[in-house]
């Protein structure tokens, strides 16, 4: 049951190419949230811990958010190019970085495989035990996880995958997908069953005008890459706030697990290191793709559109010229990402606005829940936070999407 009288989006605003360039770049952000996080896990928990705490987040919220953007984009179905589907629009495999291709037998038939893996390419330098741990101990739950939100008798199941031998093998992994009626029912995670009670899961967002220009769905054939410039602004609109509420359920899921490994504030505390990384290399992303200009202008500009605070309808924030204030949402009933700034708590957003001008500050003035946080300059440049530093070490920090073709899949049997 979804939530009446969603707020228009912020992303409205934008113009259809540039949301269209936008898209891609959100879906990488959300894939680079892991990058900034399971560092501290490691550090914290140590890499088994780290191993579980994935596992348990992406279950937990694949699932949910897979299933709302099948209805958003008008392609629910069974089988298997829904799954397929589903993939190309899941923060879990942004489109280049995790170079899906697919390939379709039958509606209960297909398989894919990885031209390029950037997560392999960040995990690879450190190690087998590492590349086991991603591309066996989480992927092996995980992908039967988000399938089941197509179809609980789906199984996706590996023909090879690192560690690779040899060491330059391509393509870097070759995975089935079979669904057959034999196969016993996959059950969602206790996780999820949690993760669907928040208001992130049942949050109703603005729908997509059939009348725009565009494509304003996903129906009819699976196609080898998405060509986000065919959609329509009022789409591209829709799939922003998909994709940031993608983000928002992982990180829930996230905190519950580490919530559950350590005491409050030393789980607090890692939450937002995860925050402050991926806030500052989101926001980087986001300035270099849109050509944002740089001082306090560009700051405002960039904190309007970054996933920490979109969508509208789930963090509310209202926008000045030199800063914005915030005040309890939706976001703040789920003790989501925006409950980690506030005027103690300041380094998230000085890591956005940093990520502008290293001569940006912030100062936050407000309690927990309503805040004013002012954009100001600064004589010195400020150095980049550890969290920042640490995320960027992924290649997906410095990932450039090049244009693609969309082309009709057409089952070989």
Known sequence: MFYSDPVVSTYRELRRNDLATLVPELLLIGQLIDRSGMAWCIQALGREQMLQVAIEEWMAA???????????????????????????????????????????????????????????????????????????????????????????????????????????????????????????????SAGCTATRRTRAATLALDPIDPADDGRCDYAGPLLSDLDFAEFSRSALTRIADEVCLQMHLLYISFRRAVTARLAPADARALCRKQLVGIAGIGAERIHWALRLPRGVAGAVAVLRLHPLLNPAAYVSAEFADDGMTVRRSPAHEDHGWITLCGPDAVEPLQAIVRAVDPHLDVTVVGDETAWHCRVVERAEPADEFDEVAVTRISTGSSFAFEPRHALPITPIG
Request: net charge negative; with cysteine; charged share 25%.
């Open 62 to 188: 694949s699932p949910i958010y897979t299933k709302r953007m099948q209805r958003a984009l008008n392609f629910e179905g069974t089988d298997v190019p829904t799954i397929f589907k589903g993939l190309q629009l899941d923060i879990g495999a942004p489109p280049q970085f995790m170079d899906f291709r697919y390939h379709v037998t039958d509606a209960n038939r297909g398989s894919f495989h990885l031209d390029h893996c950037g997560a392999l390419m960040d995990v690879e330098p450190m190690g087998d035990a590492y590349v086991t741990g991603m591309c066996h101990d989480i992927e092996d739950p995980t992908f039967d996880a988000t399938a089941v939100a197509t179809n609980p008798k789906a199984r996706v199941r590996p023909v090879h995958r690192p560690p690779r031998r040899p060491a330059d093998r391509h393509p870097h992994c070759e995975w089935t997908v079979t669904i057959d009626d034999s196969h016993p029912p996959v059950s969602e």
